[in-house]
């Protein structure tokens, strides 16, 4: 089992800039990749960024240049520094690890970002 609790959200004006953190904890192991993800009200939860164990990434096109995905391998942690905030970035913020070997998901419970214009 894995357990993941993600912290950082909150209110900011469009422009401004939030992290995210994602502190895993259980039997994470190393063949795994971890991402965050999003729902907006009303919109399927769509992926902003991912990073593997070895620190590859990967964004969608809305977070390129804007999002920032890392980890402490450490502290067993991810963040996701966001810049340049939108209003349409508001929506609840996920972080995920998705196992490799089993393709076993689990989440954490979510995060509330709003950006107001």
């Known amino acids: 089992q894995v357990q993941l609790v993600a912290s950082g959200g909150g209110s900011v004006q469009a422009g401004g800039s939030l992290k995210l953190s994602c502190a895993a904890s259980?039997?994470?192991?190393?063949?795994?990749?971890m991402g965050w993800y999003r729902q907006a009200p009303g919109k399927q939860r769509e992926l902003v960024a991912s990073i593997t164990n070895g620190g590859s990434t990967d964004y969608a096109d809305s977070a390129k240049g804007r999002f920032t995905i890392s980890r402490d391998n450490t502290k067993n942690t991810m963040y996701l520094q966001m810049s340049s905030l939108k209003p349409e970035d508001t929506a609840v913020y996920y972080c995920?690890?998705?196992?490799?070997?089993?393709?076993?998901?689990?989440w954490g419970q979510g995060t509330q970002v709003t950006v107001s214009s």
């Open positions: 259980g039997s994470i192991g190393s063949l795994h990749v």
């Open positions: 995920n690890i998705h196992k490799l070997l089993t393709r076993i998901d689990y």
